[in-house]
């Protein structure tokens, strides 16, 4: 038992070191507060896409645009694109997994919007090809990403986790979004009060 619980110690340390080093990204957190807070107010909306857990976190952050993070307060314009099952296979079937977001992505995102890609390695095809047609469309592409991989060198920002454990990656990217969701919320709070 000794030794489990020195593991569980060592985990809980280690997860907490890797978001403690969250703080190098402070600037890139507030610009996407910002980009974000000033898509929904102009009427645009957050559109959102991943892999296995990283599909999950997708429909977690639309989930708390929509509904609500903290606060009663109006319905804020997010949907993820993993949602749809119909979607995701038929596209899957007839063309292909790699294009299964940026297929949507050609249809759904309009200038102004902002698209969130999420890939804990960072090189996920289908991440990528959804954030590069977005971004061809004009939209503002944010990933959220671990430490390797190619996406953070072609989104406007790169969310970086300094990790390279995909669980560990995870538990810091849900410390970001929920940092982005409470501030984005709190920011058009603000500005439906006036």
Known sequence: MNERNNNIQKKIENTSKIILELKSIIPEINKTINIISKCLIKGNKIVLFGNGGSAADAQHIAAEFIGRFNFN??????????SNSSTMTSISNDYSYDVVFSRQCESLVKKGDVVIGISTSGNSLNVKKGLLISKKI????????????????????????????????QEAHRVIYHIVCEHVEKELIKKYKK
């Open 73 to 82: 307060r109006k319905s804020l314009s997010a949907i993820s694109l993993t």
């Open 138 to 169: 004009g939209a503002t592409t944010i990933g959220l990403v671990g430490k390797n991989g190619s996406i953070k060198k072609i989104v406007d920002i790169p969310l970086t986790v300094e990790c390279k454990t995909t669980p560990e990656i």
